[in-house]
């Protein structure tokens, strides 16, 4: 899990993980950003507001 403070690019460490690991989970959170979405890698990107309340 990555946390970012906006929406850019995909983290660099998350797609090495995931070429590593093809099976692993791997997430990017935004604390200010809009877009929810899973990359080509599997990487899902999904802003910290409506991710963290599934965690309470």
Do not use: K, N, W, Y
């Amino acid at each position: 899990m990555e946390c970012t403070l906006a929406d850019r690019d995909v983290d660099r460490g998350l797609r090495c993980l995931m070429a590593r690991f093809p099976t692993a989970r791997a997430i990017q959170l935004p604390i200010s950003g809009h877009r929810d979405f899973v990359t080509p890698e599997g990487i899902r990107v999904i802003p910290a507001v409506d991710f963290l309340p599934a965690l309470v």
